[in-house]
C-alpha cells in the first residue's frame, strides 16, 4: 500500500471556478503534512503546510483529517496560473524529516 | 528565502557510464539531504537520504552500489549513477532541510542513450 495516495486528474475547470484535491495517507503516526505545487519539468514549490485546525491562505485552505487520515486542498476563484500539479506530502515525524510524496493531482483552469 | 542548487541541469550520456550530479545548500548548512528521482507522469519517490559524515540510508528497492550517494561537507551532497541505462533516465531531484521546511533544487535530467 502506498504511503500516500491522490486522484491523479486531471481537473479540467474554467476560470473562477472552486476545486478541492484530497489525499489519503496510510501511516497514522504521520506528523507534518504540506501541499506542494509542481509544474512541468520543475521542481516542486511549497504552497502551504496543513495544520490540525486548518489554515487558509487567500485563495487557497488546508484541512487535516487525523480520524479518516486525509488531507485536502481548496482553491476559490482559479486561476489560469493556478494549472499544475498539486502534490501532497506527509512525513512520518516532525523536523522535516523524510517526505513521502503522493502522485499529484493535476488542475487544468481553462479561460 | 534558502536556495539549493544541482549541477548539471540536464545530461545525455551512453550506456554504461557514470554521472555525478551535485546538490549544494548555497546559504545554509545542511546536514541531510534527500535524493528524489521522477519519472514521466509520475510523482516524486525518495531515494534516499544523504547524512554529512556518514552512510546514505537507501529507501527499500533504491541498489546502494548503483546509486552512490556522498556527503562529504555540510553543504554538498553528490549522486553517482553509476554504469547508467536506459531505464535509469529520471528527473532526479535534491532537497536540503533547513530550518522550516525542505528545499529542493531545480533537478537534473538525465538521458542515458
Known amino acids: 500500500r502506498k504511503e500516500v495516495e491522490q486522484d491523479p486528474g486531471p481537473f479540467n475547470v474554467p476560470e473562477g471556478a472552486t476545486v478541492a484535491f484530497n489525499c489519503t495517507y496510510s501511516?497514522?503516526?504521520?506528523?507534518?503534512f504540506f501541499w506542494y505545487r509542481q509544474d512541468c519539468r520543475k521542481e516542486p514549490k511549497l504552497l502551504m503546510s496543513?495544520?490540525?485546525s486548518g489554515n487558509e491562505d487567500g485563495r487557497f485552505t488546508a484541512q487535516l483529517n487525523r480520524a479518516s487520515q486525509y488531507i485536502s486542498l481548496l482553491i476559490r476563484d482559479s486561476k489560469l496560473s493556478d494549472s499544475a500539479t498539486y502534490l501532497c506530502?506527509?512525513?512520518?515525524?516532525?523536523?522535516?524529516?523524510?517526505?513521502?510524496f503522493g502522485s499529484g493531482t493535476k488542475l487544468n483552469v481553462k479561460p | 528565502g534558502a536556495v539549493v542548487s544541482q549541477h548539471p541541469s540536464w545530461v545525455i550520456c551512453k550506456s554504461g557510464t557514470s554521472v555525478k550530479i551535485e546538490c549544494r545548500s548555497l546559504?545554509?548548512?545542511?546536514?541531510?539531504m534527500f535524493w528524489y528521482r521522477q519519472f514521466p507522469k509520475q510523482s516524486l519517490m525518495l531515494m534516499a537520504t544523504?547524512?554529512?559524515?556518514?552512510?546514505?540510508?537507501?529507501e527499500q528497492g533504491v541498489e546502494k552500489d548503483k546509486f552512490l550517494i556522498n556527503h562529504a561537507s555540510l553543504t554538498l551532497s553528490t549522486l553517482t549513477v553509476t554504469s547508467a541505462h536506459p531505464e535509469d533516465s529520471s528527473f532526479y531531484i535534491c532537497?536540503?532541510?533547513?530550518?522550516?521546511?525542505?528545499?529542493f533544487g531545480p533537478g537534473t535530467r538525465l538521458t542515458v542513450t
Open positions: 532537497s536540503a532541510s533547513g530550518q522550516h521546511e525542505q528545499y
Open positions: 501511516n497514522s503516526a504521520s506528523q507534518s
Open positions: 496543513v495544520y490540525s
Open positions: 506530502v506527509v512525513t512520518p515525524l516532525t523536523g522535516f524529516n523524510k517526505f513521502y
Open positions: 546559504d545554509f548548512q545542511a546536514t541531510t
Open positions: 544523504s547524512n554529512e559524515g556518514s552512510k546514505a540510508t537507501y
